[in-house]
Each structure stands twice: as C-alpha cells, then as structure tokens.
C-alpha cells in the first residue's frame, strides 16, 4: 500500500506548531508495511485543501489528513473533501450522538446544565454523505472514514493525543490486516571516526551481500568529529529471519568500519 499524509493548519505552515503528527503517522506507517509516498501541509484554506486532496486521492492507496475537524470557522476540512468529492455534507446520527454523549459528559462533570448541541457543536458532526465516523476517546470531534473507489480516506483530529489514539486504537488495526501480517523491522549502529564518504562503499557492498536489507547513514555529528547513525531496516512476513538477515548485515559492516579504524556501538550503547 501506498500512502499520503497531509496536514492542514494555517499554525503549521507559520512555525507556531511542529508537524509531529506526520512523523508519528509515518513512523506508523511504516512498521505495518505501509510506504508513504509523500508528506504535505496546507493551511486552512477551502481551494487549497481541495486542490491538495484532488491531486493525490488517485495517486494513492491511502490517504491520512490530520487537522481542521474541530466547531470553528477555520476547520474546513470535511467541507474541503466534500467539494472536492461532489458530495454533499451532512449531519450523521451517529456522529451527532457521539458529540452529544461527549459534551453530556463534560456538563456532568461540571455540574452544569450546558448540554446544548449549538451549531459549532453540531458542526462536528457534519460530515461527507456515504463516510464512516470513528469514535474519538479523549476529544470531541469524531475520526472520519470514507472508502473511495480505489483509496482509503482517515480524516483525524489534529490535537496530537487524540490523533494518536484513534489511529492506534481504530485506523492501525484496520490497515494492518490489509497489509497481510508483514512486519517492519529495523536496527541502528552508531560509528565514530569514519566519515560518510568512506561509509558509503561499504554500505553498497553489504546491500549487495543483504538484498532483503536497507541501509541507511545519517550524519549526526560535526565535521571535524564524525558521528554517524546506521539504520538497517526490512519488510517481512517472518520477523524470525528477519531478526537473523540484519543481524548478519550488521555484523558485516561492524566489522568493515572496524577495520578502517572506525569504532563501532550498538544502539542502546551511543557514542558521547
């Protein structure tokens, strides 16, 4: 499966929030086998989002949006995708009884009698005709699915916690039986005093004997004080023998940085 993330918030695009709803999604992602294919961000603009939503809902298997769900003006993402897909938006039973169930609970805790579905409140309820609303366990706005001819629409809050959990509880699950079981697995090694160029041939050499394994450097040091972090990482069915192909990798390529007077620690041992 092939997926594409998009984030929508005019607080993204200005700095004022860090995008960590993509790294978490894609981090997820990846360890159920699905590749994204593409991150993007768009602020809270109806065109914009459509135009977005337009260009990759054919591209792609899958499609997480986070963001612009909520009962104020600038959330416009379920009325965005709604344009865009010709459908009409509209208030769904069970949505609206999961924002009602919401806010009954908060009133009774507050001992207030504030139980009034106002239209912001009812606005989170209003969602595309023919989707799927997903319970929220910690916020008030539901999770939207829609099942398009050929992609898999999950529109998710965009308050990180709440994003966490439906994707963990709800969306995972699901796209994880449609990946057919495999795995993600992966390793790190971290070298001193071996520059990245000098890495590099050894990489390909151990690519070359691995072919199931990828191998990656990412320089984490400065220049006159080499650091490097070495991810080793595959896709599988059988996590055993996955265990034991970058096991083999590792070892191959420990040895090589070893010999070019390069020093080499495990993971959970990193370098100061």
Request: hydrophobic share 40%; proline share 5%; with cysteine.
């Amino acid at each position: 499966m092939i997926a594409h993330i998009i984030t929508i918030g005019d607080e993204i695009l200005i700095g004022q929030t860090l995008n960590t709803n993509a790294a978490c999604i894609g981090d997820q992602l990846t360890n159920i086998q699905i590749s994204v294919n593409k991150t993007s961000v768009v602020g809270d603009d109806h065109d914009d989002i459509m135009a977005e939503f337009k260009t990759c809902w054919a591209k792609n298997d899958l499609l997480i949006v986070t963001g612009g769900l909520g009962p104020t003006f600038d959330d416009k993402t379920l009325e965005s995708i709604a344009k865009a897909l010709n459908r009409k938006l509209e208030v769904d039973k069970e949505a609206l009884e999961m924002v009602k169930e919401k806010y009954q609970k908060y009133a009774r805790k507050k001992r207030s009698n504030n139980e009034e579905l106002a239209q912001p409140r009812v606005k989170m309820a209003t969602i595309p005709e023919n989707s799927m609303p997903i319970r929220n366990p910690l916020g008030t706005a539901p999770a939207v699915q829609i099942n398009l001819e050929n992609t898999v629409l999950i529109a998710l809050p965009g308050v990180p916690r709440e994003m966490e959990v439906i994707f963990e509880q709800t969306a995972a699950p699901m796209l994880k039986r449609a990946s057919h079981g495999s795995v993600f697995c992966e390793e790190s090694i971290y070298a001193d005093d071996v520059m990245e160029s000098a890495l590099a041939p050894l990489i390909d050499k151990v690519m070359i004997d691995n072919p199931d394994v990828y191998v990656k450097s990412h320089p984490r040091g400065a220049e006159n004080k080499p650091h490097m972090e070495i991810h080793f990482s595959m896709t599988t069915a059988e996590e055993e023998k996955a265990q034991e192909k970058l096991h083999k990798a590792v070892t191959q390529l420990s040895d090589m940085i070893i010999k070019i007077d390069g020093k080499v620690f495990p993971e959970q041992q990193v370098s100061s």
